[in-house]
C-alpha cells in the first residue's frame, strides 16, 4: 500500500475522528536528474571561461532579456557581455543562464555559445 494513500484517525475529543493530514510526496523527475552535469565543478569552469572570453559592452543600452532590468553603466568584469550572436545581456544573468540552462545557447535565438 502506498504511504501517500494511507489515513489514519485520531480522537481528538469524544467520539469525534479527525484525519490525520496526508503526506505531500514530491516526485522523482528522471529528466531532470538526466540533465544535470556530472562536475559541477568543471561545468562552473567553462562557464567562467565562456562568460570571460565574450566581449564586454560598457555602455549597453535597452533591457537585459534574461532579468528584463536596464543596463546600467559598468566597466571591467562588471561590463555586460555580449555573444557570438550579438545579444546583450548583464554578465551575472548569462553566466547564470549558461549554469542552469540545459545547453550553453543564446537565451533569445539560441546560437550555440563556444569558447
Not at 8 to 28: A, C, K, R, T, W
Not at 44 to 71: H, K, P, W, Y
Not at 76 to 101: E, P
Request: charged letters at 15%; a negative charge.
Amino acid at each position: 500500500m502506498a504511504a501517500a494513500s494511507t489515513k489514519h484517525h485520531v480522537v481528538v475529543s469524544g467520539n469525534d475522528n479527525v484525519p490525520l493530514p496526508v503526506p505531500v510526496l514530491v516526485p522523482f523527475d528522471l529528466d531532470d536528474a538526466m540533465m544535470m552535469p556530472e562536475d559541477l565543478e568543471a561545468t562552473a569552469q567553462t562557464v567562467t571561461r565562456l562568460v570571460s572570453d565574450m566581449s564586454t559592452v560598457d555602455n549597453a543600452t535597452g533591457n537585459c532579456s534574461i532579468c528584463m532590468e536596464s543596463f546600467w553603466p559598468s566597466k571591467g568584469s562588471c561590463a555586460s557581455r555580449q555573444v557570438s550572436c550579438g545579444h546583450v545581456y548583464h554578465r551575472d544573468c548569462i553566466t547564470d543562464w549558461l549554469l542552469y540552462a540545459n545547453s550553453y545557447s543564446c537565451p533569445l535565438c539560441r546560437h550555440q555559445i563556444s569558447g
